[in-house]
């Protein structure tokens, strides 16, 4: 119900343009969030986005590289990455939440109720 894409390959200082476009369910009322895996490290929190697009998240290790933002209407969420770097490197996902029930439940998986299948990113020295 949630598919990413946009991953690839890329060098470092490069950027990409990852997306999330949701399928047989309105997303429109969810908060969404990007979460991403490297190689034999857990998931971790990316960035979070709230169904209204007014409250927005980042993990510090991206703030001010990455932006997210949502198009409603398109059931889609999107990941603008600039200025990647190595340990960017990972596999992204993105997932979609009915309820944020506290003020830290954005950067927490379990938070969310849906999730895509993952797109990877590789940055290259």
């Known amino acids: 119900q949630l598919q990413a894409c946009g991953g690839g390959l890329v060098q470092a200082g490069g950027s990409l343009r990852l997306s999330c476009a949701g399928s047989?369910?309105?997303?429109?009322?969810?908060?969404k969030g990007w979460f991403r895996q490297a190689p034999g490290k857990g998931r971790e929190f990316v960035s979070a986005?709230?169904?209204?697009?007014?409250?927005?998240y980042y993990a510090d290790s991206v703030k001010g590289r990455f932006t997210i933002s949502r198009d409603n209407a398109k059931n889609t969420v999107y990941l603008q990455m600039n200025s990647l770097k190595p340990e960017d490197t990972a596999v992204y996902y993105c997932?979609?939440?009915?309820?944020?029930?506290?003020?830290?439940?954005?950067?927490?998986?379990?938070?969310?109720?849906?999730w895509g299948q993952g797109t990877h990113v590789t940055v290259s020295s």
């Open positions: 986005i709230s169904w209204s697009g007014d409250n927005i």
């Open positions: 047989g369910r309105t997303f429109s009322s969810y908060h």
């Open positions: 997932a979609a939440s009915t309820a944020w029930r506290t003020s830290s439940s954005y950067y927490r998986d379990a938070a969310y109720d849906y």
